[in-house]
């Protein structure tokens, strides 16, 4: 087992369907009240708050409806429904006697600005008031193209949200192996890794019949985390794999964390492009200096975009910075390649003196631009 270290003062725990149910499917309330034991003595040994990110809603609705597998969306969204009161309750019972508050998100929490700073002020008030918040994907209301789509993502953005010091992970296997260990009896587990991209490839499909969730979305979600500066780990071991934490022990796999990024960059960085830009080798050399874009350094647009839209800046075919843009794609094509000086005469009106403002933008690696 690995060493465990870290001076956590905030701690996001998801726990998956897998994790709280039997091989039926249904809430087995002994794996319930072992997570909650090793989260509060976890969070009593490193003198941190603790939050939890619970997925199970469904199978407790699939339960108590008698509903048999496969469900329609309005069968899962009736499911969801009944099964978060169910699902609340239990936790309510296994953390007691301290308060729960129960937080639903949407994708739309995290991409909309104003609705993100809502969440984290229930967040943040849940905490300082003594309560553990579980939080869950308002799957009841809930469609494809509305969905963060899985809790190990909505995992780091409630980290980022809390502005959590780890992000944890449990999981049905004690980390991540360079093959599947289910197939391979010779897998070895990888303790720590320093760089997602270089073991992206070794991460399976999805792991149980009962989650939605695999190898491959807690990846996805220790990138997101890591890259905000938020150590994360993906550990086995259920409660138990809790407790060895708090005593130093790791049963699975760190993540290393990044240099920290400030939240609403952090938040900049995951939002949908509506289009991009593409920009000259002057406004890169300002973009890298710390410097807002200005018109004069755009030379191509492409797709349509409206104010306030996140679009993604590109130099010589690659990503370099992704900003909310001060105007839209109709108004830029005019103005591109011009001085600001200019911008009044052309459009009849200058809101802004820079396309995106310093402070709404983040420079990112160089990745290829499709």
Not at 249 to 266: Q, V
Request: glycine fraction near 10%; proline fraction near 3%; avoid cysteine.
């Amino acid at each position: 087992m690995a060493s465990s270290s870290g001076n956590w003062q905030r701690i996001v725990i998801k726990v998956g369907t897998s994790s709280l149910t039997d091989e039926s499917g249904r809430i087995f309330p002994p794996k319930m009240w072992a997570i909650a034991r090793g989260a509060q003595v976890l969070g009593q040994r490193k003198k941190a708050k603790v939050v939890l990110v619970s997925s199970g809603a469904g199978a407790a609705g699939r339960e108590r409806l008698g509903l048999k597998l496969p469900l329609t969306l309005p069968d899962k969204q009736a499911a969801a429904a009944v099964g978060q009161t169910l699902l609340m309750l239990d936790w309510s019972r296994a953390l007691a006697p301290l308060p729960i508050a129960q937080i639903l998100l949407s994708a739309s929490d995290i991409q909309d600005r104003e609705r993100y700073v809502n969440a984290k002020n229930a967040l943040e008030a849940s905490l300082q008031l003594g309560a553990i918040p579980i939080i869950n994907e308002n799957d009841s209301v809930a469609t494809a193209e509305i969905k963060v789509g899985d809790n190990d993502t909505l995992s780091a953005w409630t980290a980022y949200l809390i502005g959590a010091d780890a992000l944890i992970i449990l999981t049905d296997v004690d980390g991540l192996y360079d093959s599947d260990p289910r197939s391979n009896p010779g897998a070895k587990r990888i303790d720590t890794v320093s760089d997602i991209t270089e073991i992206e490839a070794v991460a399976g499909s999805a792991g149980s019949s009962r989650g939605t969730g695999g190898m491959v979305t807690k990846l996805r979600a220790a990138r997101i985390a890591t890259e905000a500066g938020i150590e994360t780990l993906v550990i086995g071991g259920g409660g138990a794999g809790l407790e060895a934490l708090a005593e130093g022990d790791l049963w699975g796999t760190r993540f290393l964390a990044k240099a920290h990024t400030p939240a609403r960059k952090a938040w900049l960085t995951q939002q949908a492009s509506k289009g991009s830009i593409a920009i000259d080798a002057g406004a890169f050399k300002a973009l890298k200096t710390g410097r807002s874009l200005l018109p004069k350094g755009i030379v191509e647009i492409e797709k349509s975009f409206d104010f306030g839209d996140a679009i993604a800046v590109t130099f010589e075919r690659r990503l370099v910075a992704q900003g909310l843009s001060n105007y839209g794609s109709e108004s830029l094509r005019r103005i591109m390649g011009k001085h600001t000086g200019e911008i009044s005469k052309i459009l009849g009106y200058k809101d802004y003196d820079e396309v995106i403002h310093r402070d709404n933008l983040v420079v990112l690696e160089g990745k290829k631009s499709s």
